[in-house]
């Protein structure tokens, strides 16, 4: 099935058995505000390294896996598994950067990102700038051998774990004034401070803090490609990650309807399993015809890209993925819940952790109407057949 080769299947039933050994700790992690205990964490950070999980991304000669991104896919998938973020312990660390970092870069932040001793965060959106990214309004000045950072950022995914954070900012001097520039700022910096920590409907030791920066300077040599460039890096990152968010996505599908499906078999309502029931049989085969139809795609996708498709092509394919996997994910969560019925709103139970959790794959990496918006220009400008 999906034409998968011997590699792949081997790393998708590495990763499958590895996201299995996650499962178990779930509970805790839901009942401890995201966190496990002491220590374990970091366990499961050494066995996804040991078992070549880790960077998947990443060229070889960082220290990453260099998959493919089919193989990526499937690792992701798996991970998608797991609620409570545990699977993110998959980590994939910016794969953008290496064809544009420095030697310094590479060797104080990408090289130890694969190795897993450090961790990046992404400081992009603002109160007044989310879908539209263009509306920043940090600025970025040059002064001397330093750039100097002024703003507010919201939403800062993993600022609590990681020890650098990609920054996006408007340069305001200079030649290229008016262009975005990313930059990467190490945490602590003076200067940068933690305005709220609000709390999210999932329960993730990841936080989204709301971050101020005041007058943070920052080496110039910490400038991500150059001046200008940093929308192209925002582009490439939502890319991959619109992927990646459709990848999880069939994970999580994938393990509802087991559980479902399970849970319907046993269940004994009116003398009968709930599965007999014509109604409930309705639930299972929807969702799983909806699951088939979005691992088709993105299957098809991460192939396309690994055979080197048009960079505006994928960028309308990822929106597709991202918008199709996303509400499949979350219409087959909303019937798993349905399914247990009153056990399905209780927050020991898988389905419900996945409802809360899925909703926001609809949101973050640019809602839902973005990526519709995405896929309609793009088929005005194109046609149907470079699209589909
Ligand atoms: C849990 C979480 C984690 C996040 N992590 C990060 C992170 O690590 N780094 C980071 O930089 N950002 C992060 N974000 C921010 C996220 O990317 C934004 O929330 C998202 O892009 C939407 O922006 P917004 O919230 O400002 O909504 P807005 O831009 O205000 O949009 C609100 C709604 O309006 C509609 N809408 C907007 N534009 C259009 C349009 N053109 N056409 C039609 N409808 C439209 C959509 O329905 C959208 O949901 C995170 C958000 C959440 C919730």
């Excluded at 030697?103 to 959106?125: F, N, V």
């Excluded at 919201?154 to 008016?178: D, K, R």
């Amino acid at each position: 099935m999906y034409g998968l080769s011997e590699a792949d299947l081997e790393l998708q039933a590495r990763a499958r058995a590895f996201a299995d050994e996650l499962i178990p700790h779930e509970l805790y992690a839901e009942e401890h505000a995201g966190e496990l205990p002491p220590g374990v964490a970091e366990e499961h950070r050494t066995r996804a390294l040991g078992l070549g999980l880790f960077a998947t991304n990443l060229p070889k000669d960082i220290g990453g896996q260099e998959c493919t991104t089919l193989q990526q896919v499937l690792v992701q998938e798996q991970g998608g598994r797991v609620t409570n973020a545990l699977g993110w312990v998959l980590a994939t660390p910016p794969g953008w950067w290496p064809s544009v970092a420095t030697p310094m870069q590479r060797e104080r932040w990408l090289a130890p990102s694969a190795r897993g001793e450090l961790a990046e965060c992404y400081a992009i959106t603002e109160e007044h700038a989310g879908s539209d990214v263009s509306a920043l309004a940090t600025t970025v000045r040059r002064d001397g051998d330093d750039y100097v950072v002024n703003g507010t950022k919201w939403h800062v995914t993993s600022y609590n774990e990681a020890e650098y954070v990609f920054v996006q900012g408007v340069l305001t001097n200079g030649p290229n004034a008016g262009e975005h520039v990313l930059l990467v700022v190490d945490r602590p910096t003076p200067g940068m401070e933690v305005v709220h920590t609000p709390t999210y409907t999932h329960t993730f030791a990841h936080q989204h803090p709301i971050v101020s920066f005041t007058d943070v300077r920052v080496p110039a040599s910490h400038l991500v490609g150059d001046e200008g460039q940093g929308m192209t890096f925002a582009h490439e990152w939502f890319r991959f990650e619109r992927l990646m968010v459709a990848a999880r996505c069939l994970g999580a599908a994938e393990r509802l309807i087991e559980e479902t499906t399970a849970f319907a078999a046993q269940r004994i309502v009116g003398g009968e399993p709930l599965a007999e029931r014509q109604l409930v049989q309705a639930m299972l085969a929807d969702s799983v015809t909806e699951l088939f139809a979005a691992r088709s795609m993105v299957y098809a996708v991460a192939r396309s890209i690994d055979e080197g498709a048009d960079r505006k092509v994928l960028h309308a394919r990822c929106s597709m993925i991202k918008l199709y996997a996303s509400e499949m994910a979350g219409r087959v969560a909303d019937r798993a819940v349905q399914v247990f019925g009153g056990r399905g709103y209780m927050r020991e139970n898988v389905a419900e952790r996945f409802y809360r959790e899925l909703r926001v794959e609809r949101i973050w990496e640019g809602a839902s109407e973005l990526q519709r918006v995405i896929v309609a220009e793009q088929l005005v400008k194109r046609g149907l057949s470079a699209l589909v």
